[in-house]
């Protein structure tokens, strides 16, 4: 909202400071400030609000240490990070930006998916929550939605530089370039570090190429949503995760979005993409701020309200600037997560089978529950799950040299 006025302002009125808007970094740390005022000043009065409405956590009996103190504790705390995210992106992101206005949507569609999984928890007192294929059918939906945005949108395009760039004094010199609209993407240890997923499919390349690609997006959303959601299982994990990624994400948008960046790392220059990083820095700053006040003891939970949009928008995130191959090991704690839980169902159900009674790999899934049942204390556990995530991170970017 306030993008098109200080552009106003400056391209037209000329007033002297109005031009520091055209900054991303500046928009940037604006909307990662904003996101943090508002989960931490208005936090408490939030989970006040919440505490008096009697929205609080029902917790099945898993016989986990401490696990009935977390009864009664205050949850839907995904609307704190909700709000964090789309205000100061509606404050400082230019909204004409397709990028922009999808990822918008996709925190609104899987926020409500989530919050109507929980109020059917707390009001309805029906602990399974809304049925499980109706998560499906709106994550599925999202995925059709933003696949075929992505696939014909005209907007999204990678810009390629036929000629030789050269670099002087940090300014891009180049004859020529061309927009390219193409089902590219990031694919690290081989020439170029890119995949064109018509090649995937030989001579019937150019006709189904559409489909692969939007059956590929919706997926990675479904996937990666039920990833941060199954996390969110202790207090602060998926949270701090989340925040780590997010931050991995940001810089992969300012390097695609910048020319001189770009071309040095030998990575797809995506025009307007830059503008993801304010996105990207409002969802930091919704991430941390919430910390403060989920972090053990956990004074409010996200519930399915936050952790189903965070991990769609990481998802959302990721093929917005064509890095969702590096989803496996940029979010490899979702990713490990979620295996633990299939590898546990799948052993279960083939144990019971073979021997006749069911056996488990795990003492209980997701992986941190196995922990938990080991008694190693709980912010242990999600500090390591953190350093996990950091290393994941740092080996994330460091593909970006590898080819």
């Given amino acids: 909202m306030l993008y098109p006025i200080f552009d106003y302002l400056d391209k037209v009125l000329d007033i002297p400071g109005t031009g520091v808007f055209r900054y991303i970094s500046f928009r940037a740390g604006m909307a990662a400030l904003f996101s943090l005022v508002i989960t931490i000043s208005f936090g408490h009065k939030i989970i006040a609000w919440i505490r008096n409405k009697q929205i609080g956590e029902t917790v099945r009996d898993l016989g986990l240490e401490g696990q009935e103190e977390k009864k009664g504790t205050p949850t839907m705390g995904g609307l704190m990070i909700m709000a964090a995210i789309l205000i100061p992106t509606l404050l400082f992101a230019d909204l004409n930006n397709i990028y922009i206005i999808l990822l918008l949507i996709t925190t609104v569609w899987l926020g409500t998916i989530g919050f109507i999984d929980d109020y059917i928890k707390i009001f309805k007192k029906n602990k399974e929550g809304l049925a499980g294929r109706f998560k499906i059918i709106g994550q599925v939906g999202i995925g059709i939605i933003v696949g075929s945005t992505l696939y014909f949108n005209e907007s999204v395009v990678i810009r390629e530089f036929p000629n030789s760039v050269s670099i002087e004094e940090g300014v891009v010199e180049t004859s020529a370039f061309r927009d390219v609209k193409v089902a590219k993407t990031t694919i690290p240890f081989t020439k170029n570090n890119e995949l064109n997923y018509e090649t995937l499919l030989g001579f019937m390349g150019e006709a189904m190429t559409p489909i692969l690609y939007i059956f590929v997006v919706t997926f990675i959303i479904t996937a990666v949503s039920n990833g941060a959601n199954i996390t969110d299982g202790i207090d602060g994990l998926a949270a701090g995760t989340s925040a780590i990624i997010g931050l991995t994400i940001a810089i992969f948008a300012y390097l695609s979005g910048n020319a001189i960046f770009s071309s040095y790392l030998n990575i797809m220059y995506i025009p307007n993409s830059g503008e993801l990083v304010i996105f990207a820095s409002a969802f930091i700053g919704a991430c ?23 991990g769609g928008v990481i998802a959302v995130l990721a093929l917005a600037l064509r890095k969702e191959l590096l989803i496996p090991l940029m979010c490899g704690v979702f990713v490990i997560e979620n295996v633990s839980v299939m590898l546990q169902v799948g052993y279960f159900k083939y144990s019971r089978k073979k021997y006749g009674e069911g056996r488990r790999i795990f003492l209980m899934s997701p992986l941190h529950h196995h922990y938990q049942k080991k008694n190693i204390p709980e912010a242990k556990i999600v500090t390591r799950f953190w350093i996990v995530g950091i290393l994941l991170a740092v080996i994330t970017l460091a593909t970006l040299k590898l080819r």
Avoid: E
């Fill in 288 to 310: 941390v701020g919430f910390l403060w006040y989920n972090a053990y003891p956990a004074q409010v939970f996200m519930g399915d309200t936050g952790s189903l949009m965070l």
